[in-house]
């Protein structure tokens, strides 16, 4: 069975200074793994995917994540902070069942809080 | 810019009335999900569409929430009769999926923030 942990609840970091939300999953087959990124009174947007391709993944806004399949983690990262990148994160992993459906497993979220 | 519409944004009821939530996915995606988000729960998976036809509804309960896809651009999602803790705002996603492949991204609407009181 599926499932996504992500490790903290909340960050908080001052501007300019380097992000790091954690992820860990765990899952049967050969995952896809996403994040999104979900401002205040908005949807979901989708930040980066990762779909069996290139383990270092580069996502919108300067984020990246790099997937490593030995300790079950796709933590994101950014190297420097702004203000509008305070949100809630959520880490997602989906993987194929049968007859064809997918089903998509959220994390409780992060959320990243950025200090002037 | 294509994009997943919900209505209402914002739904004030009172406890025993009908609710109704509509979607219009991004028109071509085959798969339809909704989601509640609650502080207290999270994101949870109501109910799932792939081509219309419901794949997934275990995660909505039965006795008062229905969901539907009368067609392809609109899937409703009712509750009869509400009750607060029905109170959060539900979110509705399209994706694709074909030919057993997933493309991968889930795109959300804006939401609809529903208080029971």
């Known amino acids: ?116 | 810019d294509a994009r997943v519409t919900q209505t209402p944004r914002d739904k004030v009821t009172e406890m025993g009335q009908e609710v109704t939530m509509r979607c219009q996915p991004i028109l071509g995606h085959n798969t339809v999900f909704w989601y509640r988000q609650t502080m207290m729960q999270g994101l949870e998976l109501l109910a799932y569409f792939r081509n219309r036809a419901p794949l997934d509804d275990s995660g909505m309960p039965k006795d008062r929430f229905s969901a539907e896809m009368p067609d392809a651009t609109l899937a409703t999602l009712k509750i009869q009769p509400s009750e607060p803790r029905d109170s959060a705002v539900y979110f509705c996603a399209s994706g694709l999926v074909y030919g057993g492949l997933n493309t991968g991204e889930l795109f959300f609407g804006e939401g609809s923030r529903l208080t029971v009181l």
């Open chain 1, 1 to 116: 069975a599926q499932s996504v942990t992500q490790l903290d609840s909340h960050v908080s970091v001052s501007e300019g200074t380097p992000v790091l939300l954690r992820c860990n999953y765990s899952s049967s087959y050969s995952p896809s793994l996403f994040w999104y990124v979900q401002h205040p009174n908005k949807g979901l947007q989708l930040l980066l995917k990762y779909t069996s391709a290139a383990t270092l993944v580069k996502g919108i806004n300067g984020f990246e994540a790099e997937f490593k399949k030995s300790e079950t983690s796709f933590h994101l990262t950014k190297p420097s902070a702004h203000m509008s990148d305070a949100a809630e994160y959520f880490c997602v992993v989906s993987e194929g069942g049968t007859s064809g459906t997918y089903k998509y497993i959220f994390g409780t979220g992060t959320r990243l809080k950025v200090l002037a």
